[in-house]
C-alpha cells in the first residue's frame, strides 16, 4: 500500500494566529503531499512496495539513494512536526514529563521562556 498523507490532528485554522489556515494548507496539503507523492513514486520505481516507511529510510540511506532518502525522510519528519504543534491553550504536561520540566526549570512556563530566549539566539 502507498504511503499516505496522514491528516492534521486539529483543524486548517486551529494555529491561528502563529500560523495561518494557508500557511497550514500549503505546507501541509502541497508540500508534505509533494514527499508523499515522490516517494511512492520512488518505491514504486525500485521495487520497495509494501515497507514500512522506517525501512525505506533506512534501504535508501544504506544504498546510497539520496533522493529516496530525502522525500521518504521528510515524509516522518513532516509528521512528526504536525503531531509537535498543538492549538493554543493545549494540555499541559503530565506525569514524568510534568516532573522533569519541574526539576529542570521549576514551571512548564519558565520552560516556555528558556525556549523561546534560545530560539530567538539561534538561525
Known amino acids: 500500500m502507498p504511503f499516505r498523507l496522514p491528516e492534521l490532528p486539529y483543524a486548517r485554522d486551529a494555529l491561528a494566529p502563529f500560523m495561518s489556515a494557508e500557511t497550514l494548507e500549503f505546507h501541509h496539503g502541497k508540500h508534505h503531499k509533494a514527499y508523499v507523492d515522490k516517494t511512492n513514486q520512488l518505491i514504486a520505481e525500485k521495487g520497495l512496495e509494501g515497507r514500512r516507511l522506517s525501512e525505506v ?39 514524568r514529563l510534568a516532573a522533569m520540566i519541574a526539576d529542570a526549570f521549576g514551571t512548564a512556563d519558565a520552560l516556555i521562556d528558556r525556549l523561546k530566549q534560545e530560539a530567538v539566539g539561534h538561525f
Open 57 to 95: 529510510i533506512r534501504h535508501a540511506a544504506g544504498a546510497g539513494e539520496r533522493t529516496l532518502f530525502n522525500q521518504s525522510a521528510q515524509i516522518w519528519n513532516h509528521s512528526f512536526y504536525w503531531q509537535c504543534l498543538a492549538p493554543a491553550g493545549g494540555a499541559a504536561p503530565s506525569g
